[in-house]
């Protein structure tokens, strides 16, 4: 099959999208060609089968241009492409979608948000399919939904397997209101006043996205700063994806407490670099090695953490869940599953 991607950004490097890098890699392994249009373009180091084109975000173009260069791109490869993965973005089926039909593209959305507006409303009438990664993770009821799960770089989280003490604390991902990092803090400082001999440390790796996340960051500092918790609890900012497997093997339990109902690939990766995980939310029944505290609780939180220093995590329960991850959230899975969907 040869298949048109859409998204937003095409950078191995960047801290927030740049897991979507190893898609394109492994669409390449399944698909005879790969397409992509993008809004930015950062380094890249793909298949000879994968061909990127930017609409020029990092050159700052008008709207107008950009829209120029989506239809440009979208008639010109025209004869490249069978059917359309727009990942993320459901104003690009909105724009697109009609000429799409006229043109005979079978057009998929995959969408991760809980979030429903009038965008998605319509891009979702004019898609054939739509992929999201947990039944959380898209909120509008349709005929056209298949629940895939997400996709990990299995393999590689689990080349870097953690050995550290789980007295090293890590999470991962956007620091804003959403995630509760609150929470989080809150329950590491209660384990510090309780286990002042502890050699703890807590590090947050992420970082704000918008103004409301960084009154939000700012907020935890003081935080941090008032519960005299300096010497425990990090902010080490982004770090790129590639950075990401080495920093899960640096940590001995990874904490969870997103509100958003979804499922959090972070919480995955840290299961394949074999990771125990205590997490709020409700998305990962039965999963191994995944240990639930309540919602806003930082005392059950604190309770988990104090149990699992006591208790050591277990090297088997370690390795289950690595097999758990690579066979039902592995990259290859995933990519599998949406070629053959937009194949029939």
Known sequence: MKLLIVTQK????????????????????????????????GETRLPQNVTVYSLGKERRPSRVAYLW?????VLRERKNYDAVLVHMNPEYVI??????????????????????????????????????ASAESFRLPSKKLSVLGHG?????????????????????????????VRTLILGVGEVHEQQPEAPLVFDVVGGPAVRADECYLHELENLVASWEL?????????????ELPAIYAAYGL????????????VVLEALA??????????????FPNVHRF???????????????????????????????????????????????????
């Not at 191995?12 to 373009?41: K, S």
């Not at 724009?95 to 969408?111: E, H, N, S």
């Not at 299995?154 to 995630?179: E, M, N, W, Y």
């Not at 300096?230 to 590639?242: A, Q």
């Open 69 to 73: 260069r989506l239809y440009r791109f």
């Open 95 to 132: 724009l697109c979608g009609p000429l799409w039909k006229i043109l005979g593209k079978r057009v998929a959305l995959w969408y991760t948000h809980k979030a429903v507006n009038m965008k998605l409303l319509i891009a979702a009438r004019w898609a054939d399919k739509i992929f999201t």
């Open 254 to 265: 990874f904490l969870h407490a997103s509100r958003t109902g979804s499922m959090d690939k």
């Open 10 to 41: 095409v950078d191995m490097n960047d801290p927030v999208l740049g897991f979507f890098h190893a898609w394109l890699e492994e669409f390449a392994r399944q698909c005879e060609r790969v397409t992509v249009i993008c809004l930015q373009r």
């Open 294 to 344: 309540t919602p806003g609780d930082p005392h059950a939180l604190a309770r988990g953490i104090m149990k699992m220093i006591a208790e050591k995590p277990s090297a088997a329960d370690a390795e289950h869940a690595r097999s758990f991850i690579r066979e039902r959230y592995g990259l290859g899975t995933l990519i599998g599953k949406i070629v053959h969907a937009l194949e029939h």
């Open 152 to 180: 990990i770089d299995a393999g590689l989280f689990a080349r870097h397997p953690s050995h550290a003490p789980v007295t090293r604390l890590l999470t991962v991902g956007r620091v804003s209101d959403a995630k509760d």
């Open 273 to 286: 670099a074999g990771l125990p995980v205590i997490t709020s939310s409700e998305a990962y029944p039965g």
């Open 230 to 242: 300096g010497g425990v609890v990090r902010f080490l900012g982004e770090r790129t994806h590639t």
